[in-house]
RNA sequence: GCCCGUGUGGCGGAAUGGUAGACGCUACAGACUUAAAAUCUGUUGUCCUUUCGGGCGUGGGGGUUCGAGUCCCUCCACGGGCACCA
């Protein structure tokens, strides 16, 4: 087939792609619709504005914006929101280094982000949109935390943080290097501060027991949470200590308890703190090890030390007495903050004990005697226990240690309560004042929004609103006289656990939980966003989802009914001999197909794809992409090849690609609209007037628009994509016979452009209009496919023989087995590998195989 | 350290326990062109073979099965999360 020259020009992204996105804006064609349909919420895990949106980004808001507009094409009431979690620790490093406010700050970056969002061409309705450092929605949030103060679901007590000693600050782990604060450099410390905590443990049987119903989230993720719930059945075991005081330890392995050979407890045991002020050497032995980072993978890491207070307990059945020994692998928010220890069947008991020479006594016994030993076996050294399984025996020192009044048979969860008080700025201040006379008194409701100060300033030290001049300065509100402020603000996952409620109601109401439009909208139908949130995010909002539905707030008790956790982008990295990084800019690749630094001529060195960061310099900049590309060409790109689940290699010609297919699919509308294809043309295909071969052609595209459905059905875009390109392959493949089959192909190209929609709506808006079909394609509705075109009669059977293929056969799907193995006998191949061997077994599953075992 | 994933051609990947490599990228060849680009057509796991065809192949080792990329055990490599980054 040959092209003219006016087809050949390639499709003018540049004009068309504003032109639709102006053209959905003016008329608000995604405006949230509210029929008698079925609703569908689809929601992509909200931005943070950091300043530019990322292919990342791109990337997962592409995902989200095709399940939009293919349900709203199935005809579905979509809900298709977009907002900003705006609070947060950049804007203020961002206010320390560049002296800009963060409020400033984080709004010229959310225009930035919103238009380059828009260039993408995403169908969000965009009146509901909002930042979460809002007045409004902040002051929703302090509603919301007396609704559960009140409940009691919050409570105050003291926590540990990494504090810098010179900058007088709490730092993020992340702000904590190698131990040391990353602007002071001074060696962090562990500091005891009082703190909020919203009673989440309240709901760890819930949060665990419901994993199992949400049918739609990935085993992974539900993995994740349950083990970091942690649910462990054991035992707590009271010891008393020579000097009257008493040590209560849980473990969840009791059946070990006569293999106990030392206690250790917490280094924030009030014991521990009892003895250090009595003791100035064992004080400056937990102060040592108070330094570094209160992170778990530092703590796990750092070596086991310990030191011996001197004191000792009494083994509750045997006449023996233990040390008490202060550890630094006890932690004090699990269990009891104190372990009886069992060397032999514990490992991180063991390497304590190797290190302190303490005894190692085995109880369990192991195949062939490795210590330590952690699988099953039978008890010996125990007394009452021995002979018996661990399980067995488990359940037997339980009932022991209860019937002797010596401790209970008790659950722990490993989660921990969620500490929400971040001593920083730009985040949502807590709604709480202290009085001397009142104590702690939470603001009322009148009172809200309580503002964040406009002007403070950031030195780097201390809490910005404590050091404020007057704001934390108030009335009581309940007796009129002086007193302070709460200075904390809340962690911004807060913000982030119930956003997906305010989305629901509508700008016109004051009430951001309007029960009615929560009660229409949740649960959101469609989650997704990126496995990094598999625990912290997810778990948040689904305790959050469940304490304000038992304040009354709302109706529902899980948020995500279906989530997706879409991969991360990954792009090459260049490295010059310095081992700096280079970026692609920077580099080139000479005669020989090596990689040089332009700058210099040395060699470079290519390392494996990474995630896009900017240290790497290994980011791409979506503007770029869409001004030379457009924003069809990448949607696309980001969505094929690689299924969107699993971490995607950017890569400049794959994009180019992308690029090409769209250009080849608009000459292909092109060449068809000159050949007389409209939507005048369109009409109902009678399959008996069409050559044998252009019904082949017709019921083709039926499998395809089915195997594209369920492709999308499954979220495997890169599958749907994939089937696309087939069908417009096989679409070109008979162009030569468009012009003797205008009616059939006008129905082929009207339902390509409707597969082709979702994913780049632009290309697909612009052709439908040419080909003058009514209304916006995007308001159309998704193509059907009928069944009686799609199934076969006749299949291509493979034909083995000991397993291995030899030969297929072509036969009718109802020819009776004996036929079909008659057949099979006969193919040459298979003919000869048997030879005269006896045929021992013959496998025939219909429209599957045949099988013969020589 | 603990928890969760991933591993298939030169590359991204496809494959209800049933013909491994669909679709795309790269590379190569051809057509078109004065030429280039673009476009179109073809080849492209690997080894043996003129052809027909055959051997080997889904990170390594073992197992279940008539049959394993797919299920089980084990080892290795890489990535994500670990509670104050979001």
Request: proline share 4%; net charge neutral.
């Amino acid at each position: 087939m040959s092209l003219d020259i006016s087809e050949i020009a390639s499709y003018n992204f540049s004009v068309v792609e504003p032109k639709w996105q102006k053209f959905w804006l003016d008329n608000q064609s995604f405006k949230t619709r509210k029929s008698n349909n079925k609703k569908y919420y689809v929601l992509e895990m909200f931005m943070y504005p950091s300043g530019k949106v990322h292919i990342g980004h791109v990337r997962n808001y592409t995902i989200g914006d095709i399940v939009a507009r293919y349900k709203r094409a199935c005809g579905f009431d979509v809900l298709h929101p977009v907002g900003w979690d705006a609070f947060g620790l950049p804007a203020e490093n961002a206010a320390l280094k560049q002296k800009s406010h963060p409020r400033d700050w984080t709004y010229k970056n959310i225009e930035t982000m919103k238009n380059q969002i828009r260039s993408l061409g995403f169908s969000y309705d965009w009146e509901r949109e909002f930042a979460t450092c809002d007045e409004e929605y902040y002051g929703f949030q302090q509603k919301i935390f007396l609704a559960l103060y009140k409940k009691g679901l919050i409570y105050r007590k003291k926590s540990e943080v990494n504090w810098d000693p010179v900058d007088n600050c709490v730092l993020a782990n992340e702000q904590v290097i190698d131990g040391k604060g990353w602007r002071s450099g001074a060696l962090v410390e562990k500091k005891m501060l009082s703190q909020w905590f919203f009673k989440i443990t309240n709901y760890a049987n819930e949060l665990l027991e419901e994993l199992d119903n949400l049918k739609g989230w990935p085993e992974n993720v539900k993995t994740m949470q349950r083990n970091w719930i942690g649910k462990s059945e054991g035992c707590s075991i009271d010891f008393s200590c020579d000097n009257g005081d008493q040590i209560t330890v849980f473990s969840t392995r009791p059946e070990t308890l006569f293999g106990a050979t030392y206690l250790a407890i917490s280094l924030d045991h009030p014991l521990a703190k009892k003895i250090a002020d009595a003791n100035e050497k064992i004080k400056e032995f937990i102060s040592e090890l108070k330094k570094g980072s209160v992170s778990q993978q530092v703590l796990d890491k750092q070596e086991k030390q310990g030191i011996d207070t001197g004191l000792t307990v009494k083994h509750p059945f045997l006449d023996k007495r233990l040390p008490v020994y202060i550890a630094n692998f006890v932690l004090m928010d699990y269990g009891t903050g104190a372990i009886f220890a069992t060397p032999a069947h514990d490992e991180r008991d063991y390497d304590f004990a190797v290190k302190y020479s303490l005894p190692i006594i085995p109880v369990i016994k192991s195949e062939n005697g490795e210590v330590p030993y952690f699988g099953d076996g039978t008890l010996f050294n125990s007394k009452f226990l021995n002979g018996l399984s661990v399980i067995e025996a488990r359940k037997k020192i339980i009932e022991e240690i209860d019937k002797r009044n010596l401790g209970k048979k008790e659950i722990f969860f490993k989660l921990r309560d969620w500490g929400v008080s971040r001593q920083r700025y730009w985040g949502c201040p807590i709604p709480i004042v202290y009085c001397p006379h009142c104590g702690t008194v939470p603001l009322e409701e009148k009172d809200l929004p309580l503002k964040l100060p406009a002007n403070v300033s950031f030195s780097g030290t201390g809490n910005p609103l404590d050091q404020h001049p007057h704001w934390k300065h108030v009335k009581c509100p309940v007796c009129g006289n002086n007193a302070t402020r709460e200075t904390d603000t809340l962690d911004t996952f807060v913000d982030s656990s119930w956003y997906f409620l305010r989305f629901c109601v509508g700008k016109e109401s004051k009430d951001l939980l309007d029960k009615n439009e929560v009660c229409r909208w949740m649960t959101v139908d469609q989650y997704i966003g990126g496995v990094e949130h598999a625990i912290l995010h997810l778990l948040y909002a689904r305790f959050f989802t469940k304490a304000l539905a038992d304040c009354g707030l709302i109706n529902v008790r899980e948020p995500f009914k279906n989530l997706f956790t879409q991969g991360m982008v990954c792009s090459v990295t260049y490295k010059n001999e310095q081992g700096e990084w280079l970026f692609p800019s920077e580099v080139q690749k000479n005669e020989k197909g090596e990689f040089i630094e332009i700058a210099t001529g040395k060699k470079v060195i290519v390392g494996r794809l990474e995630k896009m960061s900017k240290s790497k310099k290994n980011v791409v900049d979506p503007d770029v992409i869409v001004k030379t590309y457009g924003a069809d060409a990448l949607r696309l790109f980001v969505v094929s090849d690689t299924p969107a689940d699993r971490d995607f290699p950017w890569s400049d010609e794959g994009l180019d690609g992308s690029w090409r297919f769209i250009n080849r699919v608009w000459r292909l509308f092109v060449h068809l609209k000159n050949k007389g294809v409209s939507a005048s043309t369109v009409q109902d295909i009678d399959l008996s007037s069409l050559t044998e071969e252009m019904q082949d052609i017709y019921k083709r595209f039926h499998q395809t628009i089915k195997d594209v459905t369920d492709s999308f059905e499954s979220q495997s875009m890169n599958k749907a994509i994939a089937y696309i390109r087939e069908s417009v392959n096989c679409i070109y493949s008979v162009l030569d016979k468009s012009e003797d089959n205008v009616s059939l192909f006008s129905v082929i190209i009207r339902d390509l452009i409707r597969l082709l929609a979702p994913i780049t709506p632009h290309i697909c808006e612009e052709a439908w209009s040419m080909f003058g079909f009514k209304n916006l394609v995007s308001e159309n509705e998704w193509p059907r496919f009928r069944e009686d075109y799609i199934k076969v009669s006749t299949v291509n059977l493979p034909i083995q023989v000991n397993g291995k293929l030899r030969g297929t056969i072509d036969v009718s799907l109802d020819a009776s087995e004996e036929d079909i193995l008659r057949k099979a006998m006969e193919v040459n191949n298979v003919r000869k590998i048997i030879g005269d061997k006896p045929i021992r077994k013959k496998i025939f599953i219909k429209g599957k195989i045949v099988n013969f075992v020589v």
